[in-house]
């Protein structure tokens, strides 16, 4: 029985082996699972907690390297649909030694942006007390996001607490104005929305993280708590009903090897802590850590922790 689950892309990255060559140049590549979505699955499973993830994947070489890869990293596939009409979506990334690296997606008309909204019907909902949900997925496709909007209301029929980060990913909207607008209305049906400072600028017009964290309460009623990411500075949360925030400092690296990947490892931490039954500000603290711990690696999620090791590192903090 799960207690967590997903939806989305996970898609197969050819992540770049040559440091601050760009994708034209670069001749050697090494092949990852990657994808917002299931980054989160991945390191919400490593910390022990039983998931699914919910998708499409065409049937090819890559789908079943990414069905292999999730069932290594022990992330239910029991709603994973496969087509051999359409193909799995990949990624190009080179590697940086400073900044964020350059990604080329191929994913228009995949396997999941032709998402079967009859798998929803399967899902056995027993046990799950969180869902994840990105701003991704319902980017992919029109279906992708009416199959979206569906999971949303049964969530909310069922009364799950939700997850909901906005990733955004200008290059698979149609228009910026777009963007913004069904970003912002999808985060209504959330209980806790996870933006970055950066997403704040483009989705609310502001990098005040009490600007954003105010937006996103008062848009909703169902919105409760909105935690801004604030990358190395650690991150901001408030609650609906507070006059203002608290701040939780960042931990400290002191090389960064791949931005990629850290904002869903902080994802990670606060999933793993609400479902551990930590408050919100320890949560947010586990968040950090693993955020850290992700800028550190070259795999969007290799560097995420076991249970062994996030235990260390929090009784170290203690």
Do not use: C
Not at 191 to 211: A, F, Q, R
């Amino acid at each position: 029985m799960s207690n967590f689950l997903t939806i989305g892309e996970p898609i197969a990255l050819f992540g770049s082996d040559e440091v601050d060559k760009s994708l034209v140049e670069a001749q050697k590549f090494t092949k990852y699972l990657a994808g917002a979505e299931v980054n989160v699955a991945v390191g919400v499973s490593r910390l022990g907690h039983s998931t699914q993830y919910v998708t499409r994947l065409g049937d090819d070489p890559l789908g079943k390297f990414i069905e292999n890869e999730l069932n290594e990293n022990n992330i239910g596939t029991n709603y994973i649909e496969k087509t051999n009409e359409f193909w799995t979506a990949y990624q190009l990334k080179n590697r940086v030694s400073e900044g964020d690296p350059d990604i080329y997606y191929f994913r228009k008309g995949s396997a999941a942006a032709h998402f079967n909204e009859e798998v929803l019907k399967e899902i056995d909902w027993t046990g799950i007390e969180l869902v994840h949900l990105s701003g991704i997925f319902p980017a992919i496709s029109q279906q992708s996001l009416y199959v979206f909007n569906k999971l949303i209301e049964i969530i909310n029929h069922k009364h799950i607490t939700s997850t909901f980060d906005p990733n955004l990913r200008p290059q698979l909207w149609q228009s910026e104005t777009e963007m913004k607008d069904t970003l912002n209305n999808l985060a209504k049906h959330a209980d806790i929305v996870l933006p970055g400072i950066n997403e704040g600028k483009i989705l609310v017009g502001s990098d005040n993280p009490e600007i954003i964290a105010d937006f996103y309460l008062t848009q909703s009623e169902k919105t409760n708590i909105v935690i801004v990411k604030l990358g190395a500075e650690g991150a901001y949360i408030k609650k609906k009903g507070e006059t203002s925030g608290t701040t939780i400092e960042g931990q400290h690296v002191e090389h960064i090897t791949d931005t990629v990947g850290a904002g869903d490892g902080f994802a990670v931490g606060v999933i793993t802590g609400l479902l551990e039954g930590m408050d919100i500000k320890s949560a947010v603290q586990r968040g950090n850590m693993i955020g850290a711990l992700a800028v550190q690696s070259s795999g969007d999620n290799d560097g995420y922790p076991d249970r062994a090791k996030i235990e260390a590192m929090e009784k170290e903090y203690e």
